[in-house]
T-cell receptor, first 109, second 116 residues
Framework: QKEVEQDPGPLSVPEGAIVSLNCTYS??????FMWYRQYSRKGPELLMY????GNKEDGRFTAQVDKSSKYISLFIRDSQPSDSATYLC?????????FGAGTTVTVRA | DAMVIQNPRYQVTQFGKPVTLSCSQT?????MYWYQQKSSQAPKLLFH???????NEADTPDNFQSRRPNTSFCFLDIRSPGLGDAAMYLC???????????????FGDGTRLSIL
């Protein structure tokens, strides 16, 4: 079993839809929970991070962490074609990031 | 803007010919990382520097070396590139207050390495 599980998709949604992305994990020692967005031929861009259970909002993005269920989510409201990218969840207990497989999202105009 | 800058963006080398990739940062972070990312895969950590201390991952081939001459710069040296080393190489930085607490990592845009 992988430490971090993420459905690789692909996920295709119409413009304006809500995009819902999820990851589950097995390591209780993880302290930071992150979402990265990676466009083709670019490096991962840190979208959001949190270190506690609960919700965190930033504009159209909401990150949720449920440590009791070992489950994290990212929601993108009012999705735009520019949101088309691969979304990677990542978690860390120390210096090392444990990544999910990444979910490729396409927002159709 | 503060950022992590990698040069070059694209690098072509010959099989077995040494190559060096560079990374610089303006974030003044004390930790720097090098990752290898192959197509449709998550980044794989090769090694990291905590200040000047080098930390190799157990499964990183000996063919990969790194140098960090100062806080801002870090280099990845591939001594004898093989065809399997063709990949995107990503540099990342983070800050750490003590060896158990690391802030989230910020990545550069990578260098795409091709081997002829």
């Amino acid at each position: 079993q992988k430490e971090v599980e993420q459905d690789p998709g692909p996920l295709s949604v119409p413009e304006g839809a809500i995009v819902s992305l999820n990851c589950t994990y097995s390591n209780s020692a993880f302290q930071y929970f992150m979402w990265y967005r990676q466009y083709s031929r670019k490096g991962p861009e840190l979208l959001m991070y949190t270190y506690s259970s609960g919700n965190k909002e930033d504009g159209r993005f909401t990150a949720q962490v449920d440590k009791s269920s070992k489950y994290i989510s990212l929601f993108i409201r009012d999705s735009q074609p520019s949101d088309s990218a691969t979304y990677l969840c990542a978690m860390s207990a120390n210096y090392k990031l444990s990544f999910g497989a990444g979910t490729t999202v396409t927002v159709r105009a | 803007d503060a950022m992590v800058i990698q040069n070059p963006r694209y690098q072509v080398t010959q099989f077995g010919k040494p190559v060096t990739l560079s990374c610089s940062q303006t974030l003044n972070h004390n930790v720097m990382y090098w990752y290898q990312q192959k197509s449709s895969q998550a980044p794989k950590l090769l090694f990291h520097y905590y200040d000047k201390d080098f930390n190799n991952e157990a499964d990183t081939p000996d063919n990969f070396q790194s140098r960090r001459p100062n806080t801002s710069f870090c280099f990845l040296d591939i001594r004898s590139p093989g065809l399997g080393d063709a990949a995107m190489y990503l540099c990342a930085t983070s800050s750490s207050q003590g060896t158990s607490v690391y802030q989230p990592q910020h990545f550069g845009d990578g260098t795409r390495l091709s081997i002829l």
